[in-house]
């Protein structure tokens, strides 16, 4: 039996929290035991609809080093063989706590590019992996100096069934979204960066023009709070839906129709997978970590950001080509079965932990599940 301790920092949000929901509903219990703790009382409120028990250590101060005696103990106490870091500061204060093999989990390649020194400090050649979410995670991880040996791609594992349950509940209706409205969702977390302002306005000039557009901006983030304050002054009906916390992005994206995705810079992908998964139409920017997954009017609608230029009038009209959408989505959909299995994600993290406890390369015998054949 493999004791795993799955080990949060604040930097926990809806991706961690869905990928680890699989992880504790699906690893073998006759071969793992999980536990959950963070070193951040800010991860509970995003991990609370897990309802697991969640140990929290004090940190008066936000040093990494010095929850690491904390975390020493309590690994020890609970018999820990594997720690489960689901963040980098997380993963230092194991690294700092304890030589037992670890594993860091990570989404966001912005993150991963800026926090590289740190983790080539935490590196050590036997006993490490980090599991990236998609490609331009461990190409950022490589170009930051971090050995390509340490990193491993394993796409998300999704649930079609749940999904599916979720399409079908009363959703949308209590959203008041009518079922044949069209209703579009920004990725959350909602940032200046991420180009969610222009993404919504395009939604509500569409809705100005002709009725029945709805837009999600999820989250209660500072930049969230800014949209809803301009939405308010749109002349025209509501366009926005603000749900707070009230219900989870993947319970949201699930009941869409498209996805937006307008940022400039590199994203996570994540969100891209659910909405495939889901049947939701991606129109994104064309950048790295969109284009891995998203081919223009294959699977998906893309579109060159200009620098300077509002790319509102450009999102307006690749949500009017509806015929391009329907196709895209009906494709995406058949792509989303092969890529992001929730067998496959289950096996690939067994395959890791198995590794790292018999001194192989991490990604021994993991294939990416986005360029098998």
Not at 273 to 289: F, L, R
Request: aromatic share 6%; proline share 6%.
């Amino acid at each position: 039996m493999t004791h795993v301790c799955h080990l949060f920092d604040d930097a926990a949000g809806w991706e961690q929290r869905v990928a680890l929901r699989s992880l504790l509903d699906r690893l073998p219990a006759d071969r793992i035991v999980n536990t959950v703790a963070a070193i951040d009382p800010s991860a509970v409120p995003p991990l609370r609809p897990l309802e697991r028990p969640i140990h929290v250590f004090p940190r008066p101060v936000r040093l990494d080093a010095l929850v690491a005696p904390l975390v020493g103990k309590f690994v020890d106490q609970r018999s820990v063989d594997l720690v489960h870091a689901w963040g980098v500061h997380a993963a230092a204060a194991a690294r700092a706590a304890t030589e037992r093999p670890l594993v860091i989990e990570l989404f966001d390649p912005v993150l991963a590019l800026r926090e590289a020194k740190l983790l080539r400090t935490l590196a050590r050649p036997a006993g490490f992996a980090i599991v990236c979410s998609c490609e331009i995670v461990r190409r950022r991880l490589i170009e930051g100096g971090v050995p390509p040996g340490l990193c491993v791609v394993i796409r998300p594992g999704i649930d079609f069934g749940w999904i599916n349950h979720c399409r079908r509940s009363l959703l949308r209706e209590q959203l008041g979204v009518a079922k044949t409205d069209t209703l579009a969702i920004v990725p959350e977390p909602v940032m200046r960066e991420s180009g969610s302002f222009e993404a919504f306005w395009a939604a509500a000039l569409l809705n100005h023009l002709d009725n029945g557009m709805w837009c999600i901006v999820p989250g209660a983030f500072r930049e969230q709070a800014r949209i809803a304050r301009y939405a308010a002054t749109a002349p025209s009906r509501a366009t926005i839906i603000s749900p707070g916390d009230g219900h989870p992005f993947e319970e949201l994206i699930s009941v869409c129709d498209v996805l937006m995705v307008n940022a400039r810079g590199d994203v996570s992908t994540t969100a891209i997978a659910w909405a495939m998964a889901a049947g939701a139409a991606v129109i994104g920017s064309a950048i790295p970590s969109v284009a891995e997954l998203i081919a223009h009017k294959v699977n998906g609608l893309l579109f060159k950001q200009v620098r300077g230029k509002s790319e509102v009038g450009t999102l307006v009209r690749l949500l009017q080509d509806r015929a391009s959408l329907d196709k895209a989505r009906e494709v995406a959909r058949g792509q989303a079965y092969e890529v992001f299995g929730l067998r496959r994600f289950i096996e690939q993290h067994m395959r890791v932990y198995d590794n790292l406890f018999s001194d192989r390369a991490p990604g021994e015998g993991i294939a990416d599940s986005a360029r098998v054949g």
